[in-house]
């Protein structure tokens, strides 16, 4: 039974960071592609972070590039997301992703197989 779960959620100041980590287990972590997308009420989940098999292919959303970065750590099976200035409108649930298939199109949902109970981030201005 696949299972990820988040941690590290939190309010934090505008300006401020936060680390959000997600450890799975049940899978062959170094096997996934690994994930981070985000939502609002109202609102459909968005991608915000992808990070491939190998460390060196890293994706990001254009709202967050340059202040959010995605690692892994494969020897404790676990997918950080580094969360740098942040802004109110970050505020949201983060939900952690992974896939076992290769796709080009990792931004859209349906390309994710597990998906994790999500971690609320509320930035305050």
């Known amino acids: 039974q696949v299972q990820l779960v988040e941690s590290g959620g939190g309010l934090v100041q505008a300006g401020g960071s936060l680390r959000l980590s997600c450890a799975a287990s049940?899978?062959?972590?170094?096997?996934?592609?690994m994930g981070w997308f985000r939502q609002v009420p109202g609102k459909e989940r968005e991608f915000v972070a992808a990070?491939?098999?190998?460390?060196?292919?890293?994706y990001y959303a254009d709202s967050v590039k340059g202040r959010f970065t995605i690692s892994r750590d494969n020897a404790i099976y676990t997918v950080y997301l580094q969360m740098n200035s942040l802004k109110p409108e970050d505020t949201a649930v983060y939900f952690c992703?992974?896939?076992?298939?290769?796709?080009?199109?990792?931004?859209?949902?349906?390309?994710?197989?597990?998906w994790g109970q999500g971690t609320q981030v509320t930035v305050s201005s």
């Open positions: 992703a992974a896939t076992g298939i290769f796709t080009t199109n990792l931004i859209i949902t349906q390309a994710w197989d597990y």
């Open positions: 049940g899978l062959t972590f170094s096997n996934y592609a």
């Open positions: 990070i491939r098999r190998s460390v060196y292919n890293t």
